[in-house]
T-cell receptor
Framework: GAGVSQSPSNKVTEKGKDVELRCDPI?????LYWYRQRLGQGLEFLIY????????KSGLPSDRFSAERTGESVSTLTIQRTQQEDSAVYLC?????????????FGNGTRLTVT | GQSLEQPSEVTAVEGAIVQINCTYQ??????LSWYQQHDGGAPTFLSY????GLEETGRFSSFLSRSDSYGYLLLQELQMKDSASYFC????????????FGAGTTVTVRA
């Protein structure tokens, strides 16, 4: 079946502009995660959605970052007034029910470059 | 919060065995997972340990000791395609679905 789909795959933007990144999770997966990965580094948790529960936003680095999810489907991550330090790969993942041992299925990410 | 430590790089030859250690400090603990990421690709799930002991999946095995806050991933019969980054990850509590990742270990397999 289809995996996690992210768009765009690459995004180049000027400093100060807003960007919107999209994630289509695997159908039936109730949990959705956003991570940030800077070059050569690990995965930095940003936000987590589970069903109709309030999202866990504890990883969002500043109020310039926000994310929404419609039901159990598409999610968008928005970065306002982008800065060069926002340059990274933004990875989306989904899992079934978000239980303790449910593996995360990752998309190929959006590579964001802020010039 | 959670912090995880793993070696940054490991190099080995084809056919060899590599062990990647992961030590963690968490406010709670609810399972250790391992993910593989090839250069430019998406991370993919390898294994999960919720209880102490060894889990084996083909050439890869993962071990957990909760009393030592320690686990490892064992890669056997190394192949060139195993060259990738490997991340350990933990969940802190049963109702905390945030998965915290280590910085990753880059494994380079030489002919």
């Amino acid at each position: 079946g289809a995996g996690v789909s992210q768009s765009p795959s690459n995004k180049v933007t000027e400093k100060g502009k807003d960007v919107e990144l999209r994630c289509d999770p695997i159908s039936g997966h109730t949990a959705l995660y956003w991570y940030r990965q800077r070059l050569g580094q690990g995965l930095e948790f940003l936000i987590y959605f589970q069903g109709n529960s309030a999202p866990d936003k504890s990883g969002l680095p500043s109020d310039r970052f926000s994310a929404e999810r419609t039901g159990e489907s598409v999610s968008t991550l928005t970065i306002q007034r982008t800065q060069q330090e926002d340059s990274a790969v933004y990875l989306c993942a989904s899992s079934f029910q978000g239980t303790q041992n449910s593996p995360l299925h990752f998309g190929n990410g959006t590579r964001l470059t802020v010039t | 919060g959670q912090s995880l430590e793993q070696p940054s790089e490991v190099t080995a030859v084809e056919g060899a065995i590599v062990q990647i250690n992961c030590t963690y400090q968490t406010s709670g603990f609810y399972g250790l997972s391992w993910y593989q990421q090839h250069d430019g690709g998406a991370p993919t799930f390898l294994s999960y340990n919720g209880l102490d002991g060894l889990e084996e999946t083909g050439r890869f095995s993962s071990f957990l000791s909760r009393s030592d806050s320690y686990g490892y991933l064992l890669l056997q019969e190394l192949q060139m395609k195993d060259s990738a980054s490997y991340f350990c990850a933990v969940r802190g509590r049963s109702n905390d679905y945030k998965l915290s990742f280590g910085a990753g270990t880059t494994v380079t397999v030489r002919a």
